[in-house]
């Protein structure tokens, strides 16, 4: 089982989304000692989800779904598109069975969840909050904090620009380990789940 998954939600290959997303993993991998994995969506072909059952799926997706089955908490981070998420993470989420029809098996309920995303201007920072955060919901995640927002100005030619930025980044990835080890020893956290 790997331990913290990171989901750069981006099609686009240099991304910034895949580099904040890095750097949460890099923290959360340097200070717990943990294994981090990172699904980029530029590097897999993933079919669009059309209701098939989890077994049906094959190649890239097959394997995508796998990495997050297997991954115990996870880094979501998207560029805005549109005020809103991509759209390829959109379908990504579709794919994602919550223990129902599609398959038993549900990988991100009451899993520990830290938010990203990326926009060309501040404008848009709610999207983190107002378009991530309730899918999360509807797959009973725990989501961490009010996550990261960065734009242009955190960002030169895809790394990093600014201690703030790389620190509240850092945050993000050691609070998400944080609090999957929380959920891991609870009680009730772990059993919560969504109602529906
Ligand atoms: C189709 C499209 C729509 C976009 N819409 C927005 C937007 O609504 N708000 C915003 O701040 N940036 C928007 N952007 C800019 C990207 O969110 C921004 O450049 C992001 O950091 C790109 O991340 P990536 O390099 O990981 O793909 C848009 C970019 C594209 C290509």
Same mark, same amino acid.
């Given at each position: /089982?790997?331990?913290?998954?990171?989901?750069?939600?981006?099609?686009? &290959?240099?991304?910034?989304?895949?580099?904040?997303?890095?750097?949460?993993?890099?923290?959360?991998?340097?200070?717990?000692?943990?294994?981090?994995?990172?699904?980029?969506?530029?590097?897999?072909?993933?079919?669009?989800?059309?209701?098939?059952?989890?077994?049906?799926?094959? =190649?890239?997706?097959?394997?995508?779904?796998?990495?997050?089955?297997?991954?115990?908490?996870?880094?979501?981070?998207?560029?805005?598109?549109?005020?809103?998420?991509?759209?390829?993470?959109?379908? #990504?989420?579709?794919?994602?069975?919550? =223990? /129902?029809?599609?398959?038993?098996?549900?990988?991100?309920?009451?899993?520990?969840?830290?938010?990203?995303?990326? =926009? *060309?201007?501040?404008?848009?920072? %709610?999207?983190?909050?107002?378009? %991530?955060?309730?899918?999360?919901?509807?797959?009973?995640?725990?989501?961490?904090?009010?996550?990261?927002?960065?734009?242009?100005?955190?960002?030169? &030619?895809?790394?990093?620009?600014?201690?703030?930025?790389?620190?509240? #980044?850092?945050?993000?990835?050691? *609070?998400?380990?944080?609090?999957?080890?929380?959920?891991?020893?609870?009680?009730?956290?772990?059993?919560?789940?969504?109602?529906?």
């Amino acid at each position: /089982m790997n331990d913290l998954l990171g989901i750069a939600g981006s099609v686009s &290959n240099p991304s910034n989304t895949r580099t904040a997303v890095e750097a949460a993993l890099k923290a959360a991998e340097n200070e717990f000692g943990i294994s981090t994995k990172l699904l980029h969506l530029a590097e897999y072909d993933i079919e669009v989800a059309d209701g098939r059952k989890l077994k049906d799926y094959t =190649g890239d997706t097959a394997e995508a779904l796998e990495l997050i089955i297997n991954s115990k908490a996870f880094i979501i981070g998207t560029p805005v598109y549109r005020g809103s998420y991509s759209g390829v993470l959109k379908n #990504l989420f579709d794919l994602i069975p919550r =223990g /129902m029809w599609q398959s038993d098996k549900a990988p991100l309920e009451n899993k520990a969840v830290g938010l990203i995303a990326t =926009g *060309a201007t501040y404008h848009h920072y %709610l999207s983190i909050s107002h378009e %991530l955060g309730p899918i999360l919901n509807f797959f009973g995640s725990h989501v961490v904090g009010s996550g990261v927002y960065a734009e242009s100005s955190h960002f030169d &030619n895809y790394e990093l620009k600014g201690e703030e930025i790389e620190k509240r #980044l850092a945050v993000l990835g050691k *609070a998400t380990t944080e609090l999957s080890l929380a959920v891991e020893k609870s009680k009730y956290l772990s059993e919560l789940g969504p109602q529906f």
